[in-house]
């Protein structure tokens, strides 16, 4: 049958302004949390993590800022370019000692030039 | 280093059949998970490998298995395929022997299943 494939919200942001990406986790146990973005044709690429135990990191012009209240990550890109279009995708890890990587369904980030 | 390699790239199969797609993760890298892509579902987690032993596990039936060598490269399987088999399936590694969490993903394999 025909598959249906996900709607992604889509952010659009000018050139040079600053983009928020938000997302909901779902599993108050989650230890960490990690930003991925994936470009067309090739797999995700790691952006940034932050640990449960944190509220805020700060990478190279990425922001990210977790709310453990309200189960909230937002992911801040400064100074926007037109390579950062892509699809960012937060995950949370509910493995405990190992791996168990849970993906939001994603935003795709558009840069209007 | 080299990245992370995944083969075949494409593969084509018919209903029924199975396949093996394998996964060499970056040299000194122990921990490999493996995901499935598709439209329809987003990025699914499958299973995670560390040291040969399978250490967690996501919500596939069972005809989905993996395993892991020696040399941390893994294999997954997947038996009597189904036309929703089709996806990309991605590979990804990390050390697992420090803090860092960070993953690296393979290209993927493309499995048309017809």
């Known amino acids: 049958g025909e598959s249906v494939g996900l709607h992604l919200p889509t952010l659009s942001v000018q050139e040079g302004d600053n983009s928020i990406i938000n997302c909901a986790y779902s599993?108050?146990?989650?230890?960490?949390f990690i930003w991925y973005k994936q470009e067309s044709g090739k797999g995700p690429q790691f952006i940034i993590d932050?640990?449960?135990?944190?509220d805020k990191r700060q990478g190279q012009r990425v922001t990210v800022l977790l709310n453990k209240t309200v189960k909230h990550l937002s992911l801040q890109i400064a100074a926007t370019q037109p390579g950062d279009s892509a699809v960012y995708f937060c995950?949370?890890?509910?493995?405990?000692?190992?791996?168990?990587?849970?993906f939001g369904k994603g935003t795709r980030l558009h840069i209007l030039p | 280093k080299a990245g992370v390699t995944q083969t075949p790239r494409y593969l084509i199969k018919t209903r029924g059949q199975q396949v093996t797609l394998s996964c060499s993760p970056i040299?000194?890298?122990?921990?490999v998970s493996w995901y499935q892509q598709t439209p329809g579902q987003g990025l699914q987690f499958l299973f995670e490998?560390?040291?040969?032993?399978?250490?967690n596990k996501g919500n596939f039936p069972g005809r989905f298995s993996g395993r892991q060598f020696s040399n941390s490269r893994s294999e997954m399987n997947v038996s009597t395929l189904e036309l929703g088999d089709s996806a990309l399936y991605l590979c990804?590694?990390?050390?697992?022997?420090?803090?860092?969490?960070?993953?690296?993903f393979g290209p993927g394999t493309r499995l048309t299943v017809t």
């Open positions: 990804a590694s990390r050390s697992a022997l420090d803090s860092s969490y960070e993953q690296y």
């Open positions: 599993n108050s146990a989650s230890d960490y």
């Open positions: 932050i640990r449960s135990n944190m």
């Open positions: 995950a949370e890890n509910m493995g405990g000692a190992g791996d168990k990587i849970i």
């Open positions: 040299s000194g890298h122990r921990s």
């Open positions: 490998y560390f040291s040969e032993t399978q250490r």
